[in-house]
């Protein structure tokens, strides 16, 4: 193994919207030349959900559900791993959404479908868990200036961010490196982009919060 490569064959990048996932994925595929993964954010649905969530939300969640499916159902039959994978989200945060904005009658639907397709998902090497908080996040979100996402609500995000950390503190399916972002500007300061790569390429196992140098 290089002496600049990963341990890793498919590592997931996951965390609340606007906490810089796709920014830092795409640092990393450029950096150890992989492939990277990205979530369709051009979901149909997702206008309507942040104007009206139980209006929307069975419809944006089912697009998602299926449209990850399928992302991860082509990693498997294309074998690209024999190169480095980077996705900007893991199959299984859906489940995150799903129990945060579906209804009863809605989840028992969903559970079913999402039963089905779970078990032929492959399992990431290591998931870097980014966190920030409300006001970080709405800042990220306000900068990137996506049409789809500017009705999203302080309450909605700070009901997000505490579903993502319940999620995490019982997630057992992998190694997780928790990341908080909030004193990082990975594009801006290679420093802290370089510092992390640092933190990537040693053995994990379990659960494993990572402190800046900025954060000490």
């Known amino acids: 193994m290089s002496t600049d490569a990963l341990p890793l064959h498919y590592l997931a990048v996951d965390g609340p919207i606007g906490v810089g996932k796709t920014t830092l994925v795409e640092m990393l595929a450029r950096r150890f030349e992989g492939v990277k993964v990205l979530e369709d954010v051009e979901n149909p649905f997702l206008d309507k959900f942040y104007k009206d969530r139980p209006g929307g939300a069975f419809q944006t969640q089912l697009y998602f559900l299926l449209s990850r499916f399928k992302q991860q159902q082509e990693i498997v039959q294309r074998e ?115 510092e992390l790569v640092a933190q990537l390429k040693k053995p994990l196992k379990g659960t494993h919060y990572y402190l800046s140098r900025v954060s000490r």
């Open 80 to 194: 690209l791993f024999n190169r480095l994978v980077v996705a900007d989200y893991p199959f299984q945060k859906d489940r995150i959404f799903a129990y945060l904005n579906l209804s009863d009658d809605e989840l028992l639907i969903y559970d079913k479908l999402y039963a089905m397709l779970e078990p032929q998902i492959p399992t990431p090497d290591l998931v870097l868990y980014l966190v920030a908080d409300v006001d970080t996040c709405l800042a990220r979100i306000k900068k990137r200036q996506r049409s789809f996402e500017r009705n999203i609500s302080r309450t909605y995000l700070a009901e997000l961010i505490d579903a993502y950390n319940h999620y995490y503190h019982h997630y057992d399916r992998a190694p997780v490196l928790v990341v908080d972002t909030r004193d990082l500007n990975f594009p801006a300061r290679p420093d802290d982009f370089e």
